[in-house]
């Protein structure tokens, strides 16, 4: 039975293969050698079960009921088959997915900074482009900020949109680039929400966190599926995953590593890397801020803190706030709303921080599609259009909301918790 179901699940991850890979992709290895990743697919039944995984230093990639699908190196199936969870790994060869010439128009840093020029230079009186911190490799990262005034800005409520932590998670760049440039052509044109929303908003923009990882991945044209930053580790290896380098349970609790050749390696310490740094300082002097939305991609979800403890928020109007947010923007996404740590435990996410530090209502979007087999990471640039429609109105209304959360508790408001005419009845 062991034996056919081995057989039967490296056919599973063969016909992934194919299925995600219309074009190649460079593997570079997590681990402290030149070895392949591994697929691998992993007994798992719940979220403690996921957070034991998480904790031998994979990332955790694809969910069902009763498995997980990880990328990780040799060293990590080995501790895996120990645990005795490891059903089968499969190399991640370097026949996988792409993204460079056939999907030109994704944004290299290069045309990410020209991009947001442009969108500036259009929108001179009621834009400003800036950066909050320069990364390891000395590239900038850029904000892009809209108000009505950028110089009394800080006197509205802000909400603040990020892409772009982990480098090959290139759709989360792209959705904040589409959304300025739609929101500013909507004013443009007249449009009375845009016209309101940049009125009275203060809508801060920083569409790619780690550019140096972002650059590597697409390096020569091939996709490497890096994750991390460029930071060199003391050991010889590369990167850390920013975002488990915040200081909100920073290593208390699995779902990060200690390892710096592994996946999900959190740092020296938190704030360790200059763009977490560069992030922090830019919020800690964002006192009007109050809600932030961070993008990521693969899954499908919309998930909220906390992800470094099970125990839910204990205030409890601002836990219905957080609810309540996430099931009415599930409305327009589809995207499966949930507490981080239901998924897995993980230590030193920005959404933990920011709600702890700043009380901000922050959420993550695991964006489009929603799985490997739907070409994971790299899902093409045909994708981009749809992704990007049925996640605008729920940035929309984080935006909307920016003025007072907790008024979508207010039983007397309209059923999306206030009156906009860009929202469905």
């Not at 996921?50 to 990332?59: E, L, M, P």
């Not at 020209?114 to 800036?130: N, V």
């Not at 739609?182 to 007249?190: A, V």
Request: hydrophobic content about 40%; overall charge negative; charged content about 20%.
């Amino acid at each position: 039975m062991n034996r056919l179901l081995f057989a039967l699940s490296f056919i599973l991850f063969a016909l992934m293969a194919q299925l995600a890979l219309a074009h190649p992709v460079e593997t570079t290895s997590p681990a402290k050698t030149d070895e392949p990743p591994l697929w691998m697919k992993v007994t798992a039944h719940d979220k403690f079960d996921r957070t034991k995984i998480a904790a031998t230093g994979v990332s955790l990639e694809v969910y069902g009921d009763d498995y997980v699908m990880v990328l990780g190196s040799q060293a990590q199936a080995d501790k895996l088959q120990k645990m005795g969870v490891l059903i089968a790994k499969f190399p991640a060869s370097p026949s996988l997915l792409d993204f460079p010439a056939w999907d030109a128009d994704f944004h290299n840093y290069d045309e990410v900074k020209a991009e947001l020029e442009r969108l500036h230079q259009a929108h001179p009186a009621i834009t400003t482009l800036d950066s909050i911190g320069q990364t390891g490799e000395g590239r900038e990262i850029f904000r892009l900020r809209i108000s009505k005034d950028p110089h009394t800005a800080s006197q509205l409520p802000a909400m603040l949109l990020t892409g772009g932590h982990h480098a090959r998670e290139h759709v989360s760049v792209e959705v904040p680039l589409m959304f300025a440039d739609r929101l500013l052509s909507l004013f443009d044109q007249g449009d009375a929400q845009a016209v309101r929303l940049i009125g009275s908003r203060d809508i801060q923009i920083v569409p790619l966190v780690n550019p140096d990882g972002a650059e590597w991945d697409i390096q020569r044209g091939i996709y490497k599926m890096w994750r991390k930053n460029r930071t060199a580790n003391s050991d010889g290896t590369f990167g850390v995953d920013l975002n488990r380098n915040y200081s909100q349970g920073w290593n208390n609790v699995e779902g990060a590593s200690s390892d710096p050749g592994n996946e999900t390696f959190h740092g020296k310490a938190p704030f360790s890397e200059p763009e977490t740094r560069a992030v922090k300082a830019w919020i800690d002097s964002t006192p009007n801020a109050t809600t932030l939305l961070t993008l990521h991609t693969y899954s499908e979800l919309i998930l909220y803190p906390w992800g470094s403890s099970y125990e839910t928020i204990a205030n409890t109007r601002d836990a219905q706030v957080f609810k309540t947010m996430a099931k009415t923007m599930s409305q327009w996404n589809g995207y499966s709303p949930m507490q981080a740590s239901n998924l897995y435990a993980v230590s030193g996410e920005m959404c933990d921080w920011a709600y702890d530090t700043h009380k901000l209502f922050a959420f993550t979007f695991e964006m489009d599609p929603s799985s490997f087999v739907n070409n994971g990471f790299y899902p093409g640039q045909a994708k981009l259009p749809e992704i990007f429609e049925k996640n605008f109105p729920a940035i929309l209304y984080m935006i909307e909301v920016a003025d007072n959360p907790y008024k979508v508790l207010d039983p007397a408001a309209k059923s999306y918790g206030f009156a906009t005419s860009f929202l469905a009845e």
